[in-house]
């Protein structure tokens, strides 16, 4: 059997696991609100457990990068569709770890000091850096999401589950994805959060779940050769 289906498949696998430590909030007293509060806010740096985040974003980020490279270095990628949705993930991947290093200094969600500073633009630069790359990491997830799940569903034999399930959590990722916006935009004109948290975690755990699909695609095409789901 190939090495690189199977590598493929556990890169992406273990990048969705690390994407997705935010759950752990219900365990520890980060004091920040589910509800409100961005994901992100829980790598603050002036918050308890922002190392541990941190340290999940990175090798989350590294882990979908490696993924995404074996796959466009080795897969037989047969289509433009296949190809760019590989380049879009490893956007994704290469965003989201240095997102973790160009982390916020605080909540402004939870600190109305924090949320001050941020209007006044007297936050560090970090803040700035960290939105753009919050930006392109989301950006490369929906290039990903929806070109490979085009050539999944493109292809002509058995089709993988990432053709099947694929176009659900694609609109699944829109509509969250608009509802975070719409929710930052009403944050930052001091209109309330919309339940900003609410749909940001449910953006990131569509993303998680979507790799896990394209991840036992890959597992599926290793164990049968003549099969090469979301490739074409």
């Known amino acids: 059997m190939p090495w690189h289906r199977p590598a493929v498949a556990v890169f992406l696998v273990a990048g969705a696991l690390a994407y997705s430590t935010w759950p752990a909030e219900a365990f520890l007293a980060t004091g920040l609100s589910p509800r409100t509060a961005y994901v992100s806010e829980l790598a603050a740096e002036d918050q308890p457990y922002g190392s541990f985040f941190r340290a999940a974003d990175f090798v989350a980020g590294l882990l979908v990068v490696a993924g995404a490279a074996v796959a466009?270095?080795?897969?037989p990628l047969r289509s433009r569709w296949a190809t760019a949705g590989w380049a879009g993930l490893?956007?994704?991947g290469a965003a989201t770890a240095a997102d973790?290093?160009?982390?916020?200094?605080?909540?402004a969600t939870a600190d109305a000091g924090?949320?001050?500073?941020?209007?006044a633009g007297t936050v560090p630069w970090t803040h700035s850096a960290h939105a753009?790359?919050?930006s392109l990491a989301v950006t490369g997830a929906l290039v990903g999401m929806v070109l490979l799940t085009v050539a999944a569903r493109r292809h002509a034999g058995t089709r993988p589950p990432l053709a099947r399930a694929g176009p659900l959590l694609v609109v699944l990722e829109l509509a969250a994805t608009g509802w975070t916006l719409?929710?930052?935009a009403a944050f930052e004109a001091g209109r309330g959060t919309w339940g900003l948290g609410v749909g940001q975690r449910l953006q990131v755990l569509v993303?998680?779940?979507?790799?896990v699909m394209l991840a036992r695609s890959a597992s599926?095409?290793?164990k049968a050769p003549s099969s090469e789901a979301g490739q074409e």
């Open 114 to 119: 924090c949320a001050a500073r941020e209007q």
């Open 100 to 107: 973790s290093r160009l982390p916020l200094s605080c909540a």
């Open 90 to 92: 490893a956007l994704f």
């Open 132 to 134: 753009f790359s919050s």
């Open 220 to 222: 599926r095409a290793a």
């Open 72 to 75: 466009l270095a080795r897969l």
């Open 207 to 211: 993303i998680a779940v979507w790799l």
């Open 182 to 184: 719409a929710s930052v």
